[in-house]
């Protein structure tokens, strides 16, 4: 008999060689139909996987992240089954087919250009290989099996995937009806459990992402347990579609990127007036947190940043220049800088905490194919703030470091979950150090009663970190706050205070980030708002639509009042209908459209209509006003 911790700590004994899924159709019923696949010692596994000692179980549905990656597994090896049966006179040689974030893929190499009605045809195979209910077989073969087999068929990409394996790697294969592919798993039971489906798009791919190697097509598809979940998935990426920050940003005019310059943006005027007030509301918020603003420059020398552990760690991700015969590298950080200002003089514990935050510009190389308007650029501000503190303050700082966040993301309409990182295979500094910092992160959330997940593995390679993760207006999360702490750099950077026994110590170092990229934070607002910002972000938020040619004198009075007392507005003075204009204000997504006629030149008033409503009502010109300005001061409205 061995002994099986369940989720809940209770013990569950079973005969040895019991299958998991033996075990959980002996639990329940139930619950066996939902399970998708098995956590065995925290590994997921197929539910065929036989438990023959004492171990950790937890059963894995669709709920899980183990779950969908089984069933999103499962639907790319019934994808790559579904082009073989279809071209099978094509040469189709398969690459890989992993599942990633909301679903799956397959790289293939075939002579003809897949196209969206070729995706129609290959979906309706894909739905026959599920209605087939073919099981998924796992069978462990040596190097030269596998190499035999996958030679003879040609199949060149999985060749050279089995001789990139080590040595001693336990390869296995899986088997659904007629097709076999090369795969570590974990996989469903059968095919019949994918039960909705959709191919979305077809893309190039270079072959393990190198532009050296050939260009390969990359089927893309998602897959659900359920059919209205598959639905309501596809309706929020037609919403999403609709919100794209690019198509929204070229549309308001708020920023262009070029062929001059990939990854590079270019912020126009109503771009910058929303940089500037993010970076205004920015400033206001720190300063009543009690941080002071530094600036550190954008070029440093090759010692820093091999001081600092980049250049070891990240060089790969950095650009670099030549001044006077010496190297030097762009920062694609600001910390090390950071510590540089710290160092200038000599600090006692009474100055701790020392916060100190830096809107900084930072530039990181990113491959070409990974580009992405504002998500994915290769230059960015990073709102960064660097603390210093003691040993003791450790908790209390990650306390008010949440504090901002919560003000800062609930000024936006946006609410996150929390997720913990800890210590990566590529990392610096002890374990001694590693365990007390993440204890430090683990305690702060735990204390503060924040429901957290754990990625292990995820941290920066000199500390544990917490994400915080947004959820927009149509439910897609967004990776915007960190906080990091780290002990590597006070380190390395000899970095010291006086402690009240009069003996130096050596502080802690918190580095955090609330937007995360100023760039990419616009991003996410454009697609949070659909483009509508609220009054305070607005590009213009007042527009003044005289209805003929005798109004204008008091339309252009009206904007110089406003303009004066510090609103953005404009007059549409162009000789157009007034209809024509309304829907024009409507389409830039303007927030306040005033109409102004004969009534109210008579009686010092505004016939108001605010964007995306019906109904407009008359009221005093200061009347308006004062309104106006309450709201961009509580920045209390958000469409």
Known sequence: MIKLTMPDGSIREAEAGISALELVKSISNSLAKKVLAVSIDDKTMDLTTILDRDCKVQFLTFEDEGGRHALRHTASHILAQAIKRLYKDENVQLAIGPAIENGF??????????TEDDLKDIEKEMNKIVKENLKLERKLVSRQEALDMFGAAGENYKVELINDLPEDAEISLYTQGEFTDLCAGPHVVSTGKVKALKLQSVAGAYW????????????????FEKKDELDAYLKMLEEAAKRDHRKLGKELDLFS?????????????????????????WREVHRRYGYQEIRTPMILNRQLWEQSGHWAHYKENMYFTEIDGEDYAIKPMNCPGGMLVYKTQQHSYRDLPLRAGELGLVH?????????????????????AHIFMTPEQIEGEIQNVINLFDEVYST??????????????????????????????????????????????????YGPKIDFHLKDSIGRTWQCGTIQLDMQLPEKFDLT????DGQKHRPVMIHRVVYGSIERFIGILIENYAGAFPTWLAPVQVKILPITDRH???????????????LRVEVDDRNEKVGY??????????????????????????????????????MPVDEFIAYIQKNIADKSEAY
């Open 105 to 114: 893929y397959y790289d293939i190499d075939m002579e003809k250009r897949l």
């Open 208 to 223: 393990r992402g190198s532009e050296k190697n050939k260009m390969l097509q990359r089927v893309y598809g998602t897959a």
């Open 257 to 281: 990127i070029h062929e001059e310059g990939p990854g590079f943006p270019f912020f126009h005027p109503n771009g910058m007036v929303i940089r500037n007030e993010l970076i205004n509301y």
């Open 364 to 384: 990181r190389h990113e491959l070409s194919g990974a580009l992405h308007g504002l998500f994915r650029v290769r230059n960015f501000t990073q709102d960064d």
């Open 412 to 461: 936006f309409g946006l609410k996150y979950h929390a997720e913990l990182s800890t210590r990566p295979e590529d990392s610096m500094g002890s374990d001694e150090m590693w365990e007390l910092a993440t204890n430090g992160l683990r305690n702060a959330l735990e204390h503060r009663g924040l429901d957290y997940i754990v990625n292990e593995g995820d941290g920066a390679f």
């Open 497 to 500: 205070y006086v402690g009240e």
């Open 552 to 566: 204008m004198d008091y339309a252009f009075e009206l904007k110089k009042k406003m303009f004066d007392l510090g």
């Open 581 to 618: 204009k309304m829907r024009e204000a409507q389409v830039k997504k303007i927030p306040y459209m005033l109409v102004v006629g004969d009534q109210e030149m008579e009686s010092g008033t505004v016939n108001m209509r605010k964007h995306g409503e019906k109904d407009t009502s008359t």
